[in-house]
């Protein structure tokens, strides 16, 4: 009986962990910066690095025709 | 036996932060802006400032769902709370040290490929016209998974099926996982720039599909609600008059036409635009290609 309690626990714990490295995986890892925590410090400096990176291409250019003159 | 129940006991709390974690999903889920720009004072256009701009959509450790970002103009950096978004529409507040030194209100419309998002920007008591033009963000093949693999999950859709998000991660260029983003982005994640950046390119290939007809008007509503008379807005109703008359049965049309039926104030400048979208007569409703949805 305990050692089937045992083996009911080990699955659960095997299963969780698979799971969560699963959803670490899923939210993106090194990707998107998220590897199953995120802090808002983190969250703000990951937007920036997204922006910077983005916006690298931007020819400011095509602001012609926008601004009033 | 008592062996037995401490290793049970020690079994069960090791569960318990994996059980805990994955009850959190934490991450980026959507960026809303990434562009750069050129804010410049209303007071006097010759003091300017060259801004960068990004907002996203984040859950943080603590569960949490918010829209922050960051601004960095010239060479100074602010955070971004207090965030409202909408459909081609956004607005917050300016924050710096923990300091509101300002707001910022903007809409979006198209120029071709290109979104520029327009409006308000205010700080240190200065009020700029900001002009940001969006950044280039594409889905990516890590993100693709994550995002099919929402979408499967709540959703009955034959494109799901086996271990699909495992092959979009490998082929993100397949057609089926393309429509299964696009899916996933009409589910009410439009706001997110990498949803725009895939329905702007498939809109390329399918100008005349009943989601790509109404993509840009949908995109400038609150624009071309302040500014119907501008010739952005005036070139976006052109280009939905010329598609629809020549379409009118397709179902994009008929959205475009209750968009316009709905809000007396888009295009309310441009009367004999509007007027030729409306009167456009339907007979029947048929659906061109499929948008995955």
């Given at each position: 009986?305990?050692?089937?309690?045992?083996?009911?626990?080990?699955?659960?714990?095997?299963?969780?962990?698979?799971?969560?490295?699963?959803?670490?995986?899923?939210?993106?890892?090194?990707?998107?910066?998220?590897?199953?925590?995120?802090?808002?410090?983190?969250?703000?400096?990951?937007?920036?690095?997204?922006?910077?990176?983005?916006?690298?291409?931007?020819?400011?250019?095509?602001?012609?025709?926008?601004?009033?003159? | 036996?008592?062996?037995?129940?401490?290793?049970?006991?020690?079994?069960?709390?090791?569960?318990?932060?994996?059980?805990?974690?994955?009850?959190?999903?934490?991450?980026?889920?959507?960026y809303a802006i990434l562009g750069k720009g050129i804010a410049v004072s209303t007071s006097d256009p010759m003091d300017f400032i060259i801004v960068k701009f990004g907002l996203g959509r984040v859950v943080t450790?603590?569960?949490?769902?918010?829209?922050?970002?960051?601004?960095?103009?010239?060479?100074?950096?602010?955070?971004?709370?207090?965030?409202?978004?909408?459909?081609?529409?956004?607005?917050?507040?300016?924050?710096?040290?923990?300091?509101?030194?300002?707001?910022?209100?903007?809409?979006?419309?198209?120029?071709?490929?290109?979104?520029?998002?327009?409006?308000?920007?205010?700080?240190?008591?200065?009020?700029?016209?900001?002009?940001?033009?969006?950044?280039?963000?594409?889905?990516?093949?890590?993100?693709?998974?994550?995002?099919?693999?929402?979408?499967?999950?709540?959703?009955?859709?034959?494109?799901?099926?086996?271990?699909?998000?495992?092959?979009?991660?490998?082929?993100?260029?397949?057609?089926?996982?393309?429509?299964?983003?696009?899916?996933?982005?009409?589910?009410?994640?439009?706001?997110?720039?990498?949803?725009?950046?895939?329905?702007?390119?498939?809109?390329?290939?399918?100008?005349?599909?009943?989601?790509?007809?109404?993509?840009?008007?949908?995109?400038?509503?609150?624009?071309?609600?302040?500014?119907?008379?501008?010739?952005?807005?005036?070139?976006?109703?052109?280009?939905?008059?010329?598609?629809?008359?020549?379409?009118?049965?397709?179902?994009g049309c008929v959205t475009v036409k209750s968009l316009l039926e709905d809000n007396s104030r888009l295009f309310r400048k441009i009367g004999a635009i509007r007027t030729r979208i409306i009167s456009?007569?339907?007979?029947?409703?048929?659906?061109?290609?499929?948008?995955?949805?």
């Amino acid at each position: 009986m305990l050692t089937a309690l045992l083996l009911v626990s080990l699955v659960l714990v095997a299963g969780c962990v698979g799971r969560e490295a699963e959803t670490n995986a899923v939210t993106g890892g090194a990707e998107t910066g998220a590897t199953g925590s995120m802090t808002e410090d983190q969250a703000f400096n990951k937007i920036e690095e997204e922006m910077n990176e983005a916006v690298e291409n931007i020819d400011m250019g095509d602001l012609e025709g926008y601004i009033p003159e | 036996m008592k062996k037995f129940i401490l290793a049970i006991l020690a079994v069960s709390l090791l569960a318990v932060p994996a059980v805990a974690q994955t009850s959190v999903n934490p991450g980026i889920k959507a960026y809303a802006i990434l562009g750069k720009g050129i804010a410049v004072s209303t007071s006097d256009p010759m003091d300017f400032i060259i801004v960068k701009f990004g907002l996203g959509r984040v859950v943080t450790n603590d569960g949490n769902e918010t829209i922050i970002g960051v601004v960095i103009a010239d060479d100074e950096r602010y955070r971004l709370r207090e965030v409202n978004i909408e459909e081609g529409y956004a607005e917050g507040e300016i924050f710096y040290g923990g300091d509101n030194v300002g707001s910022f209100e903007l809409t979006s419309v198209m120029k071709g490929d290109t979104e520029i998002w327009v409006g308000d920007f205010r700080i240190g008591g200065i009020i700029y016209n900001l002009y940001l033009i969006e950044g280039v963000r594409p889905i990516r093949a890590g993100e693709l998974k994550e995002k099919v693999a929402d979408y499967c999950r709540e959703n009955e859709d034959a494109n799901c099926a086996g271990r699909i998000e495992e092959f979009c991660q490998n082929n993100p260029e397949d057609s089926r996982c393309q429509a299964l983003f696009r899916a996933y982005c009409l589910k009410g994640n439009m706001e997110d720039t990498r949803c725009r950046e895939a329905f702007r390119n498939w809109c390329k290939e399918n100008p005349a599909n009943r989601l790509c007809i109404p993509f840009e008007l949908q995109r400038a509503r609150r624009y071309c609600e302040e500014h119907s008379a501008s010739m952005l807005c005036r070139a976006i109703a052109n280009e939905v008059a010329d598609i629809c008359e020549n379409n009118p049965d397709n179902e994009g049309c008929v959205t475009v036409k209750s968009l316009l039926e709905d809000n007396s104030r888009l295009f309310r400048k441009i009367g004999a635009i509007r007027t030729r979208i409306i009167s456009i007569e339907s007979q029947s409703v048929n659906e061109t290609e499929e948008g995955g949805d």
